[in-house]
């Protein structure tokens, strides 16, 4: 059975960061593109960052290029992103996901693309 817990959100002012990771279990980690989405109330889920399996292959959307960077962690199985220079437009639920196939890199990803998802961490950026 596959797991996918994240952790890390929290609260903070703008221009400020935080770091949101995911621990994923019941399949072999490395094989797989990770990715962070997210969500805010009334708004369609977004890709942020996506990360290829062996880490070659990184994407951002345009509106977290140069704030955001993701990283992996094939030891531990462990997927992190971290946010700098937050903005309150970036307050939203948080998605860490599994790709829906090993080894596979697609850009731009789509979410229909992840299999596996986390229950997702909340992160708000007060003005």
């Known amino acids: 059975q596959v797991q996918v817990v994240e952790s890390g959100g929290g609260l903070v002012q703008a221009g400020g960061s935080l770091r949101v990771s995911c621990k994923v279990s019941?399949?072999?980690?490395?094989?797989?593109?990770m990715g962070w989405f997210r969500q805010a109330p009334g708004l369609e889920r977004e890709g942020v960052s996506f990360?290829?399996?062996?880490?070659?292959?990184?994407d951002y959307a345009d509106s977290v290029k140069g704030r955001f960077m993701i990283s992996r962690d094939n030891a531990k199985n462990t997927l992190s992103l971290q946010m700098n220079s937050l903005r309150p437009e970036d307050t939203a639920m948080y998605y860490c996901?599994?790709?829906?196939?090993?080894?596979?890199?697609?850009?731009?990803?789509?979410?229909?693309?992840?299999?596996?998802w986390g229950q997702g961490t909340q992160v708000t950026v007060s003005s």
């Open positions: 996901a599994v790709s829906r196939l090993s080894n596979w890199w697609s850009s731009p990803a789509r979410a229909s693309y992840f299999a596996y």
């Open positions: 019941g399949l072999p980690f490395d094989d797989y593109t």
């Open positions: 990360i290829s399996w062996s880490g070659r292959h990184i």
